[in-house]
């Protein structure tokens, strides 16, 4: 059963703010996060990293779904092959009000339940995967995908930074449970 990703969470929390702003409560970021969708003038970045140590950030369509986020990502992709060898991300989207960075660990999923809960998700937002032998399949994805079908990743957070981009200004570091 999935957990909601709520304050009760949240295991510490540290206010990184200089200027003397309060801790910015997780129920901020958590409340755009629960309203994200992902696509054209709202990106989220994977940060992944390679083999020999190098960095590497590229554009996903995430999905925010009971406090973990979902990408799709084509089996042969750099980002996937990173995975494959070091589950340890981040994720990076601008919300409304406030920039968020969520470290965290990728795991392909593969059951069917999963991946129609997601795809559900992804039809609300105007793309239409289907799930076939534990992937997506449609009839387009972003033109760096590859060929369907394209894999499932659950990213469970770790940790959070948020910095304001709007009143009431502030910066927190959330780490979360296990």
């Known amino acids: 059963m999935a957990t909601v990703m709520d304050q009760k969470n949240v295991v510490d929390q540290k206010n990184l703010d200089i200027y003397g702003n309060e ?10 996060l629960e309203k994200l969708v992902t696509g054209p003038g709202s990106s989220a970045w994977i940060a992944t990293t390679r083999p020999d140590g190098r960095p590497h950030v590229a554009g996903v369509g995430a999905v925010w779904l009971d406090g973990k986020f979902y990408i799709v990502s084509g089996p042969a992709t750099r980002k996937s092959r990173n995975l494959a060898e070091n589950p ?11 920039d968020l960075v969520v470290e ?35 009839r387009y994805s972003a033109p760096s995908a590859g060929p369907p079908p394209w894999d499932l990743y659950e990213i469970t957070p770790t940790t959070s930074f948020g910095v304001a981009t709007g009143d009431p200004q502030g910066a927190t570091r959330w780490r979360f449970k296990d």
């Open 88 to 98: 340890n991300c981040v994720i990076s989207v601008g919300l409304p009000g406030i």
């Open 104 to 138: 965290g660990t990728a795991e392909r999923v593969t059951d069917d339940a999963t991946l129609q809960r997601v795809a559900d998700v992804y039809n609300t937002q105007g793309w239409d995967p289907k799930v076939k032998d534990g992937a997506f399949t449609a």
């Open 23 to 32: 801790p910015i409560p997780w129920s901020r970021p958590l409340a755009e």
